[in-house]
Nanobody, 128 residues
C-alpha cells in the first residue's frame, strides 16, 4: 500500500510561485502514475496534472498548461509540482494521488475515481 504525504503549500500573491512535494512511502513499485488534483471550496475535486512513473510522460489540465510543471525523483519516490504565475483561481487544497493502473479500463487518467491512494492535502492560497 502506498502512503502519500504532501508539503509545500502556503499563501502567495498572484503572479508568484510555489512548489509542492509528494513523498510516497512504502515504495512505488505498484504505481503506474502519480497525479495532482485540487479542490476549491464548494467545488468538486479536479484533475491538475499527472505523470507516468516509469516513462515520465506528463499530462496537464488546460487551465494550468504553461504555468505548472510536474516532475519526479524516482530515487526519492517523490513527485513535485512547480506552480508559476499563480492566479487567485488556483486557490484550493491540492492533493497528491497514486494510480496503480488497476482501473485503467474504467476511468481515464483525468478521473478522480481511477486513483487508489491519496494524500491528506495541502492548502494553496493565492491572493489578488
Amino acid at each position: 500500500q502506498v502512503q502519500l504525504v504532501e508539503s509545500g503549500g502556503g499563501l502567495v500573491q498572484a503572479g508568484g510561485s510555489l512548489r509542492l512535494s509528494c513523498a510516497a512511502s512504502r515504495g512505488t513499485f505498484n504505481t503506474y502514475a502519480m497525479g495532482w488534483f485540487r479542490q476549491a471550496p464548494g467545488k468538486e475535486r479536479e484533475f491538475v496534472v499527472g505523470i507516468r512513473w516509469s516513462s515520465g510522460t506528463t499530462y496537464y489540465a488546460d487551465s494550468v498548461k504553461g504555468r505548472f510543471t510536474i516532475s519526479r525523483d524516482n530515487a526519492k519516490n517523490t513527485v513535485y509540482l512547480q506552480m508559476n504565475s499563480l492566479k487567485p483561481e488556483d486557490t484550493a487544497v491540492y492533493y497528491c494521488a497514486a494510480d496503480t493502473g488497476a482501473l485503467y479500463l474504467y476511468y481515464t487518467e483525468y478521473d478522480v475515481r481511477r486513483y487508489a491512494y491519496w494524500g491528506q492535502g495541502t492548502q494553496v492560497t493565492v491572493s489578488s
